[in-house]
């Protein structure tokens, strides 16, 4: 018997070290090569190890939840024979949703893709009556917790059932009640009078954190609220969609994103990303729109790529399609990473005002609040307009007051006249 050390390689993007979110194995588990061994999330992405030869697993780094850095043991397996080294980036598998995170959830403008019917999966080999589902412990415990029985769930690229692919069962479990088998609930805890649950702070969760407070640390936020008429905008988006035909829905995002990229050539210094240890203010001529997506892992901000080379019918497309992958787990790095301003919403529960916070290194987010209807005194009248505030924050040390502003107000007025949007 030989023994094989599993060094932790180098993800790159100068990445220094890697948290433990998940193991697939335990001390004293058979596994064969490429099996999954752990997921390891960065400031990038969340990446799937895999063992990197066949073996008994003899001991493992630490536990869910500590931080592993680059170049340091991961895992040690027992082998039949000896085997050589392997190269650094041996034991990688597909990365999936970054987590960089946005101050606030977008339930609401961030449209909520169609459930789609997963693929079917490639056949399996029964070793029991019922054939066995090849999935993480992690993932059987989260499908018995749900009631789920992992042989009624499709696996997206054929092999073992991931997280990814519980979630899509259970979207379309929403949408095709019929068809879906019943899940029973189990009765809620009782919680004693006084009892205290602690959670520990970790992967996603642990990101946003350090996140946030890394960006309310350094930034000083300058806040700018302004009301704007949506009266005439939201009758213009309905009159589109009856025309949509096969395409997506439109919903208010892809107008505002639209004012916001139409706005944005006046106000270079606010499309910007400041390195602040360099000292150095990168501004950008395109705008990589970032905007907030809830998933159940946390908050992501999936970027649209030159939003502003794209009309609404575009933007609309990319929504769903970024929203869905993110929701997925199947975003890649570069669809999570990368943005130069970031938009963000709290929908029908957005209050009057917000106070987002800035997705550091970005110098600038602008947050929507909920449309409400409210009479308003318009040429001595007084008539009922539907009315929505945009709460948005900037870095004041590269945005003055009066540029914000400005910036907030030239978007407010194309928001108002709305053909102004579809002019040249």
């Not at 893709?113 to 090849?134: F, S």
């Not at 412990?137 to 519980?166: C, E, F, M, N, Y």
């Not at 800035?358 to 009315?387: F, S, T």
Request: proline share 7%; aromatic share 4%.
């Amino acid at each position: 018997m030989a023994r094989f050390t599993f060094k932790l390689p180098d993800i790159g993007e100068g990445i220094a070290e890697a948290e433990i979110v998940a193991w697939h194995v335990a001390v004293g588990d058979m596994v064969e090569e490429d099996a999954p061994l752990a997921d390891m999330m960065t400031d990038k992405a969340t990446v799937e190890m895999s063992a990197p030869v066949a073996g008994r697993v003899v001991e493992v780094a630490g536990a869910v939840g500590d931080q592993i850095a680059i170049g340091s043991v991961l895992a040690v397996f027992e082998t039949e024979d000896e085997v050589a080294e392997t190269p650094s980036s041996a034991g990688f598998a597909d990365a999936v949703a970054p987590p960089e995170a946005a101050a606030v959830a977008d339930p609401v403008l961030a449209i909520q893709p169609e459930p789609v019917r997963p693929p079917a999966p490639t056949p399996v080999v029964a070793d029991t009556p019922r054939a066995r589902v090849l999935a993480s412990p992690a993932v059987r415990a989260r499908a018995t917790d749900l009631g789920i029985d992992l042989a009624d769930v499709k696996s997206a690229q054929g092999d073992r059932v991931r997280h990814a692919d519980l979630d899509a069962h259970l979207r379309y479990a929403v949408a095709a009640p019929v068809a879906a088998a019943p899940v029973s609930a189990a009765p809620p805890a009782i919680v004693e009078p006084g009892a205290v649950e602690e959670v520990r702070v970790m992967g996603m969760r642990r990101r946003i954190a350090e996140n946030m407070a890394e960006s309310k640390r350094n930034i000083p936020h300058f806040a700018y609220v302004e009301e704007c008429d949506v009266t005439e905008l939201e009758r213009l988006r309905v009159a589109m969609n009856l025309d949509r035909g096969e395409r997506a829905k439109l919903t208010l995002l892809p107008f505002l994103i639209r004012a916001m990229t139409r706005a944005l050539p006046a106000y270079p210094m606010v499309n910007a990303r400041y390195d602040d240890a360099a000292g150095i203010v990168s501004r950008h001529a395109s705008v990589h729109l970032g905007f907030a997506t809830q998933t159940e892992q946390g908050l992501t901000v999936p970027v649209i790529r030159d939003a502003q080379a794209r009309d609404v019918w575009a933007l609309a497309t990319e929504i769903v399609r970024l929203a869905d992958a993110a929701r997925r787990g199947k975003a890649t790095r570069d669809e999570l990473s990368g943005s130069t301003i970031t938009l963000t919403s709290l929908g029908p529960i957005g209050g009057i005002v917000s106070t987002p916070v800035i997705n550091r290194p970005e110098v600038a987010i602008v947050g929507v609040n909920r449309i409400v209807e409210r009479a308003v005194v318009a040429d001595g009248q007084i008539v009922i307009r539907k009315m929505m505030n945009l709460s948005s924050s900037f870095d004041h040390r590269v945005v003055d007051g009066w540029d914000a502003a400005s910036f907030i107000q030239a978007v407010r007025r194309l928001i108002e006249t709305p053909a102004l949007l579809f002019v040249d």
